[in-house]
């Protein structure tokens, strides 16, 4: 991606988070990136069409990232650890992009809410069904851990 263009995601993003993304001017984008507005032209047709291209490289970031997690992990290695801390690490390194996806997924219809839910539906649609039974084997040994470890707690606790 072109530099000009991640600056000027970027600085959107920041933006939109904290004033949100209908108040966004282009002059004040530039500005927030340190680029001339005419920049904006060479990468966007209009500010819909970026928040669109923000929206949609956030989510083939978080969709590839969660897989190459996935697929890094050793046979018999619980994802939990390595996939949901990648995950948290993923929503502090994005926070502006997390709050205006939110934002918008549940705001008024448009092209963005639009590719918000494209990118849930994909995310989705990486674990299922293939990925379903393992995911709910995962989900269940992780369950039986907690359980048996809140029971050694507890006879612990009570001197046992």
């Known amino acids: 991606m072109a530099n000009g263009k991640q600056l000027l995601m970027e600085a959107a ?11 966004l001017v282009l002059r004040e984008i530039a ?5 001339n507005h ?12 970026m928040m669109q291209s923000i929206v949609e490289s956030f989510g083939e970031q978080l969709r590839q990232g969660l897989s190459d997690a996935r ?5 018999g290695e619980i994802p939990t650890q390595k996939v949901i801390g990648w995950l948290f690490d ?5 926070r502006d992009v997390f709050i205006v ?10 092209p963005v809410r639009d590719a918000v839910r494209r ?17 709910l084997a995962t989900t269940q040994e992780v369950f039986e851990t ?15």
């Open 71 to 75: 697929a890094s992990l050793r046979p």
């Open 38 to 49: 005419n920049t904006f032209y060479r990468h966007f047709e209009d500010l819909e069409s």
């Open 119 to 135: 990118t849930l539906e994909q995310l989705t649609a990486d674990t299922q069904p293939r990925r379903r039974q393992e995911l």
């Open 101 to 110: 996806a939110m934002r918008e997924r549940f705001g008024p219809p448009g």
């Open 90 to 94: 993923f929503a502090r390194r994005h």
């Open 13 to 23: 993003a920041r933006l939109a988070a904290r004033q949100g993304a209908t108040s």
């Open 31 to 35: 500005r927030e990136a340190g680029l």
């Open 146 to 160: 907690l359980l048996a470890g809140a029971v050694a707690l507890e006879a612990r606790r009570r001197g046992a």
